[in-house]
């Protein structure tokens, strides 16, 4: 049996973003915590550090924020999250979040961890398209 991931650091997570060929830009999130900066089909994204102590986390989330105007936000929200499961949008503050929470429990193997950014990068992008749709639908006719 291979060794179990208990807990990741900001190190950590980094490497798992190079290793898939992702950038891993550390930044602060509000409240002081640890924070990467990536991005995928040129949208930016973050993995937040989450609860844990000396640097080792129990668990983080992925976190993308979009800027929509004109379009049905709260529609797409409801159509989204009845349709997905494992990343949830709602909007706050005239943006659209996106979030995925990855708990690392009692245990992981590493591979669950890179099948965790393989599945926010589909999901990701899948949103995208599906917001590119909803302005297509919704834009007036020129």
């Known amino acids: 049996m291979t060794d179990l991931v ?3 650091t900001v190190d950590d997570l980094a490497a798992m973003l190079q290793q898939k060929g992702f950038r891993a830009e550390p930044v602060e999130w509000p409240g ?3 924070a990467l900066r990536s991005a995928t089909g ?15 986390y129990h668990d983080f ?5 979009f ?8 529609e797409i929200c409801g159509k989204w999250n009845a349709a997905r499961r494992f990343g949830r949008v ?7 979040n996106f979030e995925m ?12 961890l ?11 992008n899948e949103l995208l398209a599906a917001l590119r749709e909803e302005a297509a639908r919704t834009a007036p006719a020129a």
Not at 61 to 65: H, P, V
Not at 90 to 96: A, I
């Open 67 to 74: 800027r929509i105007d004109g379009l049905p936000v709260d």
């Open 32 to 34: 002081g915590r640890a």
């Open 61 to 65: 989330t992925y976190f993308a924020s």
């Open 114 to 124: 890179a099948v965790t950014l393989e599945l926010w990068n589909q999901l990701l």
């Open 90 to 96: 709602h909007s706050r503050d005239g943006f659209l």
């Open 101 to 112: 929470d990855v708990m690392l429990g009692t245990g992981v193997s590493d591979g669950y």
């Open 42 to 56: 040129g949208v930016s994204f973050n993995v937040v550090s989450g609860n844990g102590t000396n640097g080792a």
């Open 6 to 8: 208990r807990t990741v």
